[in-house]
């Protein structure tokens, strides 16, 4: 087993592309061995052409896939050891579930006691195991996808197991214990697993590392709190969350944003990053990071009470209440803002009312022209 390089790949489906029939745009990627990844991003992004280059079904227009040293770029499918689970259903319907699960095995010489070791194995952590002798016709879809959720599991010699958007036809109720299943079995046999999804829960949850894809390019790689925290693209902060980023516009001014007429501090750093900046402007806080302070009409001059920095209003269009948290959604000047406070706490918002927030320094991004911009040293 090895890690997994992709180096320089892009890829277009045209005969003679042009610089715009690109579906694949520079990817540079390294899959460690034993990792769990997400390919996270829209539909139409790239992420099912990127998983057929690395199984061999797509060879790419430019740039190499080496499986540690071996470079397998022009490699059929059946020489590069890979177990690929697709978005709907591919089994025999004709066989058991048990024969389904071990036809992989057989394929390769395995013993009959070791094949039946590890479909039972399987079987029994993917909850199969009352329906092993059944034939897979007149099983539900959700059933069959289990069992090629299975058939990608059950080897333990493959260099990864590549999931393209394997819980599509898996019912709502089961997809979240499939998730876990699919972790205890990446703890059990530290499989590399790159899992292909467009939704973010899915991502978040199954991933140790997670990669957004927009447009064919990698915007970003990393843990799912990094992806949080520090969104390198506003397209990451939008595309994280939920709801996601605020992003509002602004002009750096002394060591503070001015989003409208109201003035926002920033850290010192940042701040003098930014101040030389030509480009567009834009502060990005999490909706959890806004902090709702008082009811008020006015607000702009006022102190946060704490020393850090002015508060701001927010005309609040609506308050609703979501259980653990509620979700106030108004407008700062002309532009709309998401705040989340928790479910027990006594808000100053209301509809149709004035709130002072307050902007916490510390949460405080910005972007020039969609991309992150670093602190100065």
Known sequence: ??????????????????????????IELHWRHGGAYALLGPS??????????????????????RYGERDVTALPTRRRNIAQVFQFPVIYDTMSVFDNLAFPLRNRGLG??????????????LELTPVLDRRATGLTA?????????????????????????????????????????????????????????????????????VVMHEGRVLQQGTPEDLFANPVHTHVGYFIGSPGMNF???????????????????????????????????????????????AG?????????????ALVPVAVERVDDLGRHRMIT?????????????????SAASAGATCLVHLPPEHIRLYEDDHLIAPMA
């Open 44 to 65: 139409g992004c790239g992420k099912t052409t990127l998983l057929n280059i690395m199984s061999g079904l797509i060879q790419p227009s430019r740039g190499r896939v």
């Open 112 to 125: 009959a006691a070791e094949v039946k070791k590890r479909v039972e194995h399987i079987a029994g952590m």
């Open 297 to 309: 009409a006015d607000g702009d001059s006022a102190g946060s009470g704490d020393g850090t920095g």
């Open 248 to 294: 509002l516009p602004c002009r750096i001014e002394s060591e503070a944003a001015l989003v409208g007429e109201h003035r926002v501090p920033l850290p010192a750093a940042l701040a003098r990053a930014a101040a030389a900046r030509t480009g567009k402007v834009v502060l990005g806080i999490r909706p959890e990071h806004v902090r709702v302070v008082a």
């Open 142 to 210: 959700d059933t069959k996808q289990i069992i090629s959720l299975g058939r990608g599991l059950v080897r333990d010699d493959v260099a990864a197991i590549l999931f393209d958007e394997p819980l599509t036809v898996i019912d709502p109720h089961k997809k979240w214990k499939l998730r876990r299943k699919l972790r205890e079995i990446h703890r059990s046999f530290q499989h590399t697993l790159i899992y292909v999804t467009h939704d973010q829960t899915e991502a978040l949850t199954f991933a140790d590392e997670v």
């Open 1 to 26: 087993m090895a890690d997994i390089f992709l180096e320089s790949i892009a890829h277009s489906y045209a005969a003679q592309p042009g610089p715009g029939d690109y579906v694949l745009r520079d």
């Open 330 to 346: 108004g407008n700062i000047g002309a532009y709309r803002v998401k705040i989340e406070t928790p479910g027990d706490e006594d």
